[in-house]
Every structure is written in structure tokens, then in C-alpha cells.
């Protein structure tokens, strides 16, 4: 439909995500970095949106989308990979219209995840360096979006394992090392609000589903498998 960025580095065009109008690609322009690019299958409908050197790949995942919709627009993050930061970014699938929203980290292979717990309200989980995870919330906006906290742990290994969205809010799993255990925490979008809902010694945990606002997962504690449900508390 449309190239303005030249031969395409082989193995460098990805679909990033869709909605039910338009598509999102990521195109590695040959020698001069990537390119975001939205398409609604016409070609006056594809553009670049975000050019080279202002889009970057996302970084390391959990299971999770990495963007979200909000009526006719859509909020994404990109970057944490490598030396490119993470951001949060907006987008109305126009040049004009595609804008950051906040930097959330700076860090290098950075795990993040977003959530659309409701209109124009946004949790944000981000791990930097295997040492503390930090939470975010956005209200859609660059001036409403914002750190509330940040966990650390100090001495540790420390590696998020799995996030599922609950009822008001967001449940995670990390797990650690020394000692070896896995702790189960949950987020309402405020500081006062996060806390540890249960910790449970090293084995084998599935990565929780949600289901009707609670999130249910298996555990082996003392050599017997056992299913788990929470509920936030």
C-alpha cells in the first residue's frame, strides 16, 4: 500500500497490534531505525505515524497486551529495550494526533504492562533491573500520568512473573530469591492500596487468570499441588 522509508531490513516489519479500524505495523527502515506505521487496509488510510527515531520496539513482556483502546484512540508503550526508554504514548491514528504521554523508565530490558481498568484510567506495572517494581496510573493525559510507588527489593532477585487485572485494580506475582519464595500482591491504583495479598514458598506457580474479579492459580507448597483463588484482600 505504501513504503516511504526505503528498502525494509529483512525480518523487520511486525504487526504491534489492531483494532477493529486500523492496524498498527513497525517497519525497520534499512539503516535508519524503525517507524511506526497505521494502515485501515486503504492506501490513502496508511501513514507513518511515528517516525524513525521516535519509535522504538517494545522490550521484554509478560502475557499481556501492551496497548490498550480508548474509543477512537489507542495508548500503547514502546521501548525499555536495549538503550531506548520506556514511554507511554497516545495515539488517534494521525500524525498530529500521535503524542507521549510519559517517560516510565530508563532502565535497559525493562518488563512492563498497561491496564485499562475504565475510561481514561490507567495502571502501569514496570520492573526495572530484577531490584523493584514500580507502579504507574494515567488519566490519559501527560500531566495525569505518574509514579505512586515503587517496591523494592533490596538484596534480592527479584523477577515478575505474571500480572492479571482484578476487580479494582491489578494482582502480580514476583518472584524471589534469597530466600526462594513467591509473593502475590495487589494494587488498587494507590500507594495505601498496594499490598501483599500472600506468600508462598519456591515451587511451581502457573501464571493467575482472572475471572469475575478474582484471580485463581496453582501451587506446589510441601510436595502437593494446590489451586489458589484471591480476591484482592
Known amino acids: 500500500l505504501a513504503n516511504a522509508c526505503g528498502p525494509l531490513e529483512e525480518g523487520g516489519f511486525a504487526l504491534r497490534f489492531a483494532t477493529a479500524e486500523r492496524a498498527f505495523y513497525s517497519g525497520a527502515c534499512s539503516g535508519r531505525g524503525e517507524a511506526l506505521w497505521v494502515s485501515d487496509a486503504t492506501a490513502e488510510g496508511t501513514r507513518v505515524v511515528l517516525g524513525t527515531g521516535d519509535y522504538r520496539s517494545p522490550g521484554p513482556s509478560l502475557e499481556v497486551p501492551q496497548w490498550v483502546e480508548e474509543g477512537e484512540e489507542v495508548l500503547f508503550l ?7 526508554r520506556l514511554e507511554l504514548w497516545r495515539s488517534d491514528g494521525t500524525t498530529a494526533g500521535t503524542a507521549p504521554l510519559g517517560v516510565l523508565s530508563v532502565g535497559e530490558s525493562v518488563t512492563a504492562a498497561l491496564h485499562r481498568r475504565g475510561p481514561n484510567d490507567y495502571l502501569m506495572l514496570v520492573e526495572e533491573r530484577f531490584a523493584s517494581v514500580a507502579l504507574w496510573k494515567s488519566d490519559g493525559t501527560a500531566a495525569g500520568t505518574a509514579r505512586f510507588l515503587e517496591v523494592e527489593f533490596e538484596g534480592q532477585y527479584s ?16 518472584g524471589l530469591y534469597d530466600p526462594s519464595r513467591s509473593e502475590l500482591w495487589y494494587s488498587d491504583g494507590t500507594a495505601a492500596g498496594t499490598l501483599i495479598g500472600a506468600v508462598l514458598p519456591a ?7 482472572a475471572h469475575d474479579g478474582s484471580i485463581y492459580f496453582t501451587a506446589g507448597v510441601d510436595g502437593e499441588e494446590w489451586v489458589w483463588r484471591g480476591d484482592g484482600s
Not at 521501548?79 to 531506548?84: H, K, P
Not at 523477577?159 to 514476583?174: E, K, T, Y
Not at 515451587?203 to 487468570?209: L, S
Open 78 to 84: 514502546q521501548g525499555g529495550n536495549y538503550s531506548s
Open 159 to 174: 523477577n515478575l512473573r505474571s500480572w492479571a487485572p482484578i476487580a479494582d485494580g491489578i494482582a502480580f506475582m514476583v
Open 203 to 209: 515451587g511451581v506457580v502457573d501464571t493467575p487468570a
